[in-house]
Structure formats: structure tokens, C-alpha cells
RNA sequence: GGGGAGGUGGCUGAGCGGUCGAAAGCGCCCGCCUGCUAAGCGGGUAGGGGGUGUUGAGCUCCCUCGAGGGUUCGAAUCCCUCCCUUCCCGCCA
């Protein structure tokens, strides 16, 4: 969330960006409540600083004739601590709904459209026969099985088989053995569920609560992504300086309701219920955030050029902006099946927008008061459509698929799906 | 699921109605001392919020001892509920 204070002084960049991000912002109330619970709070702090004065008194004196005067001052902070605490509760609640500010660099727009290409890489295979789709390919080699799924789960939900389980498999091991021995991420198996405060921390939850599933019963959530026990790993925490910054890379599925996109790409392994993801996390000092995200963004690409898929990123428009996100680049990778661009990961900036929700900070120096960290994440990458990627961009005439050379020590050597 | 123990500052850990935001130790910071290092000596060192003010000084008030309620003029200390940790038993991959 935005500190309070920075609401205070700069209301007009808050609705501002709000506005651009297609949020709302209840920057109005937020001014008015704020201003009447800093009163309700003084007069209850005046109450309670006398109160406190004779309570010291009385220890010392034991005279009785006070008591009267403290019966009234306890009933008189009781009131006015009530009443700013109901300010404050409602003055908090509103705070969680104030979308993020973001960096000027990002460009101004309001759809997908108006997100700005910053660069490709590799080009368009070609082929010497029309190019199948990856649910195409994966039907027709019985590695991939949405009828059946469907049957056990229901829609937006698939089964991989023989082959196919193993390359996602292959493809797991092959990001986390990436980012892990050369680009200097520690390893992290979390927990797919997590509770309502974590969900608060990366700020799926108050707004995003009808995209995710909730286990009935219990205050548990079905993680969205694995950034959300990952970055709400050192909540509560105060870090120490010198072991910033953190970087996170954790392999998990990821649940999600799409409860907005019915009717949106309802074929084939691109938009599921569950899917899994090699997802990366930074916790970084301030200064270094902006810095971070090229770093990031870095890491995944190089996931893509290794695999050899063409690609190209975007950096997102502020209408394309999610709720909590300052800076966002989306990696597509190229689908020649689909003839079209899948989005594989998205790297994104926080600021310390997260942090503040997760209460998350570090120590700059031994003596210095604390700070609140930078946190970023993206996705390194998201399995499920890496795999169509790789199917449509490697299948040949005969239905076969090349399996790229990177993965086969992770496929037990082999080099073609599907041949007899 | 049943029973026991416990949740206090960056950490360990005392306190068990007022003199406690909290002993002691560790760690850390500043200074002194020893030719360096180690040791020693002195001082400092929780987080958050309000007001005022400076603008990353200060002054002042308030809150916070797992969370929320209650008793009381007054709660880290007493009572209730919840959460979490840990141990033993049961169950279980």
C-alpha cells in the first residue's frame, strides 16, 4: 500500500494514477478520514497522557480523593480510543484498495494495445507444411488429454502423459538448474496454501479474492503463484542490510479461478485452473529496484534464447498495469501453431508497495533505523505455455517433435516425441 | 484428535498488579586504553503513531511484551476466547 502520508501530500498523483491504471482511488475519504481520526487520536492521547500523570501520583500518595477523576478519565479514554480506533480500522481498510503509482517510463494507455514492443528476439520459424496447434500435436501423440481432464476436474483443466508430463518435468529442472547454478537464486519449495494476511501481503487479496480458490473451512487460499508465499516469506521480518539482496526461485502450480475470462482461450494448454511455474523473487534495496527488473527480465529471456524460442518484450502500458505493480515487461513467446504470441512470464516492480503489506524491512546498516525493502517477481517461466511454444515450435511434418537440445539431458537423452 | 510446556527488544532470557518499554547477557554503534589483533573500561542501542518543527536534527505526547476481549483508578503480570510454536500419545504418506 502508499503511505498515508504520501497520500496526504501528493492526493492529485494518487488519483492520477489510479486513473490511468483504470483503478479507482478513495483518496477523498481517505483525506477526510485521516483528518478526523488524527483528532479523535489527540484527544484520546490527551486523556491518556493525564490519566497516566495521576496514575503515577496515586502510586506514590495513595490519595483517594483521585479516584473520582480517574474513573472519568478511564471511561473518557475508553470513548475516544473507540472512536479512533473505527477511524483508523476504516481508514486501513480503504488504504488497501489504493492502487500502486507507477514509474514514468511506463507508457500511457488503456489496453493491450497500447503496450510498447522493446525488443525481439530469434525470428518466426517457417515450415514447409501447415503448423499444427500444440493441442493438435499433443492429442494426436497422446501426451496431452483435455477430454478426459474434464471428466475428473472439469474445464480448464489437463492431463499430460508419457512424454509430455516429462517434459514439463524436463523443462522444470532445466529453469530451476538455470537460474539456480548461474544466475545466483536460492532454491525454494513453499507452501501452496497460505492464509489470508499472506495473500493481503502481495496484494491479491482484497480485490483480486474471486480469482483465487479458498478452501472451505479454513483461512486458506490455493496460491496464484508461488510469488505470494515467496515474497511473504520474510514478512514481519527486519533483514539485515548485508544479506540483500534475496533472490528466490520456486517451482509450484499455480490455481487460479480466471473468473473474468470466461470464454477466453478455452482451447488447448494456455489458460487453466492449475498450471505450473518456475517463478523468480527479489527482495532488493530501494535504490536498486529499477535496476532489478532488467536483471529480472534478464534471467527469464535467457530461458527463452536457450530453449530457442523467438520472443519479444513488452513493457506494459499503465492501463495494463495490475493493482500493485510500478513497472511491468511481459515476455511472449511465439507460437506458430496458434500464430500467435503467448505471454510466458511477467516481470514486474513493487516498490515497496508489497513490503509495507507484508511489513517486510531491512536494517541499511548496524544502528540505522529500518527501511522497507523493494520486492519484485516474475515468472521464469510459466510451464504450461512454454511447453505449447516448444511443441508448435518444434514439430515437423510428420507429427513428430524435436525435443531441444538443452532439455535432453533432462528427457534421458531423447531427442524426438513421438517417433514409433 | 487427546494431554503437557511456552509465545517478552536484532538474539538469548528475567519479570508474575503501580517505582516496567521492561533486569542481565549476547550482538551492534561511539569513545578510551593496549605498538597491531584479541581482551579490558565508559557510554549508547526496540518498533510504530500523533502534535510541533526541521527536512532526512530536535522537542513532546501516545501505543505496542502472540492476537482480541474482560477485571481494575492502574495489566507484560489476573480472567476468557483465539492463533502459533514445541514435547508426549494417537492417527497417517
Given at each position: ?37 488524527r ?5 484520546a ?5 493525564e490519566q ?42 480503504l ?26 528476439w530469434g525470428?518466426r520459424p ?7 496447434t ?23 483443466f ?9 517434459l ?8 530451476l ?40 473451512g ?25 544479506r ?5 526461485v ?62 519479444r ?13 510500478y ?6 513467446a ?11 512470464s ?11 503489506r507484508?511489513?517486510?524491512?531491512y ?10 525493502v ?34 535432453r ?11 514409433a
Amino acid at each position: 500500500m502508499l503511505p498515508l502520508d504520501f497520500i496526504r501530500r501528493h492526493p492529485d498523483e494518487v488519483r492520477r494514477a489510479a486513473r490511468l491504471k483504470g483503478e479507482t482511488a478513495p483518496v477523498d475519504e481517505i483525506l477526510d478520514l485521516d483528518r478526523r481520526w488524527r483528532e479523535a487520536t489527540t484527544r484520546a492521547e490527551r486523556s491518556r497522557a493525564e490519566q497516566n500523570a495521576l496514575s503515577k501520583e496515586f502510586a506514590r500518595t495513595r490519595e483517594q480523593a483521585l479516584i473520582p477523576r480517574m474513573r472519568e478519565l478511564a471511561e473518557s479514554v475508553k470513548r475516544s480510543s473507540a472512536e479512533a480506533d473505527e477511524l483508523r480500522r476504516r481508514l486501513d481498510e480503504l488504504l488497501l484498495v489504493v492502487p500502486n503509482v507507477f514509474h514514468e517510463s511506463v507508457p500511457v494507455g488503456e489496453t493491450a494495445d497500447d503496450n510498447v514492443v522493446v525488443r525481439e528476439w530469434g525470428t518466426r520459424p517457417s515450415f514447409d507444411f501447415t503448423p499444427r496447434t500444440h493441442y493438435e500435436i499433443g492429442e494426436a501423440l497422446d501426451i496431452m488429454d483435455f477430454e478426459r481432464a474434464s471428466r475428473v476436474a472439469g474445464s480448464r483443466f489437463a492431463f499430460l502423459k508419457g512424454q509430455g508430463a516429462r517434459l514439463e518435468r524436463a523443462l522444470a529442472q532445466f529453469m530451476l538448474d538455470l537460474h539456480t547454478r548461474e544466475h545466483g537464486y536460492v532454491e525454494v519449495l513453499a507452501p501452496f496454501l497460505v492464509n489470508t494476511a499472506s495473500m493481503l501481503g502481495t496484494a491479491n487479496l482484497p480485490k483480486f479474492g474471486e480469482d483465487a480458490f479458498r478452501v472451505e473451512g479454513h483461512d486458506l487460499w490455493l496460491i496464484p503463484t508461488a510469488e505470494v508465499p515467496v515474497t511473504n516469506l520474510h514478512r514481519e521480518e527486519i533483514l539485515d542490510g548485508a544479506r540483500l539482496p534475496l533472490n528466490y526461485v520456486a517451482y509450484s502450480p499455480c490455481f487460479r479461478s480466471e473468473a473474468g475470462a470466461a470464454g477466453k482461450d478455452t482451447r488447448g494448454y494456455v489458460r487453466l485452473h492449475q498450471f505450473s511455474k518456475v517463478e523468480l523473487v527479489k527482495v532488493v534495496e530501494p535504490e536498486r529496484s529499477l535496476a532489478a527488473l532488467e536483471e529480472l527480465t534478464g534471467h527469464a529471456e535467457e530461458v527463452l534464447r536457450r530453449l530457442g524460442l523467438h520472443y519479444r518484450v513488452l513493457v506494459m502500458c499503465s492501463g495494463d498495469l495490475g493493482f500493485a505493480q510500478y513497472k511491468k515487461y511481459d515476455l511472449e513467446a511465439w507460437c506458430p501453431g496458434l500464430g500467435r504470441y503467448l505471454e510466458v512470464s511477467s516481470c514486474s516492480v513493487f516498490n515497496d508497495f508489497q513490503a509495507r503489506r507484508a511489513n517486510l524491512r531491512y536494517r541499511p546498516a548496524p544502528g540505522e533505523p529500518p527501511r522497507y525493502v523493494h520486492t519484485l517477481n516474475g515468472s521464469g517461466l510459466a510451464l504450461a505455455r512454454t511447453i505449447d511454444a516448444v511443441l508448435e515450435t518444434y514439430q515437423r511434418a510428420d507429427g513428430t517433435v524435436v525435443v531441444p537440445e538443452v532439455l535432453r539431458p533432462y528427457m534421458g537423452g531423447c531427442e524426438l516425441i513421438g517417433a514409433a
